[in-house]
């Protein structure tokens, strides 16, 4: 997609259910949303859960998938599954699924010459300071938190300045509304157990949708 100020374009990887997986775990699983604290509870859990899961693997393709599979029927998935797993290794295993589906996305822009430097955490997702970690840790590239992570909102205000004439370009709009509030730096001990762990759950999608399917 063409960017709206006319200089660059976006590449989107996307997910399609993304953090809707997520929220559709916790209602159906977790006691829902309704309870505030449902979220640290859950981050609590599965950060006290190694890289893997303990053998947990997810598929969160829960409405179908776009990139890299691009498949509308898809279906999601938990395998490997045993009594010692609990609801903060279901949670972990689709954190995981959905940070090495970006991971990978980001190997396979790499290998069209493309070089992606920083990431920048918006929405829902950036509130998870557990998930972010993942990211960074999985993918090696720095994760940068706003201030204000409703970024859909912030850019139609950024673009509504320079369109009244407030500020004379959208880089002096955003240098000027947006600010960094966090960084959050990769540990790179931790990139070859996400690496391997990135084999298995690759294998997740295949396995799984022949198994429904057949």
């Not at 829960?62 to 938990?78: K, N, Q, T, Y």
């Not at 940068?144 to 959208?170: D, P, Q």
Request: proline share 5%.
């Amino acid at each position: 997609m063409t960017s709206p100020t006319g200089d660059g374009y976006f590449l989107e990887a996307v997910q399609r259910a993304g953090v809707y997986f997520v929220n559709w775990f916790v209602d159906m699983f977790a006691g829902g949303r309704s309870d505030p604290a449902i979220f640290d509870r859950l981050e609590r859990e599965a950060a006290a859960v190694p890289i893997g899961s303990d053998g947990l693997l997810a598929g969160t393709t829960l409405v179908g998938c776009m990139d890299p599979h691009w498949d509308p029927s898809a279906r999601a998935s938990f395998i490997g599954m045993h009594p010692s797993h609990t609801l903060g290794h279901f949670y972990r295993a689709g954190l995981e699924a959905m940070t090495l589906q970006t991971a990978r996305a980001l190997e396979e822009m790499r290998s069209h010459g493309l070089s992606p430097a920083q990431m920048v955490a918006i929405g829902g997702g950036a509130n998870s300071k557990l998930w972010t970690k993942m990211i960074a840790d999985a993918t090696g590239i720095s994760i940068h938190k706003g201030h204000n992570a409703e970024a859909s909102s912030l850019g139609a205000a950024i673009s509504a300045a320079v369109g009244i004439g407030w500020f004379e370009s959208f880089a002096e709009a955003a240098d000027a509304m947006t600010s960094i509030a966090e960084t959050i730096e990769p540990d790179p001990r931790r990139r070859e157990a996400w690496d391997a762990l990135s084999a298995r759950q690759a294998k997740v999608f295949p396995a799984s949708q022949f198994a429904w399917r057949n």
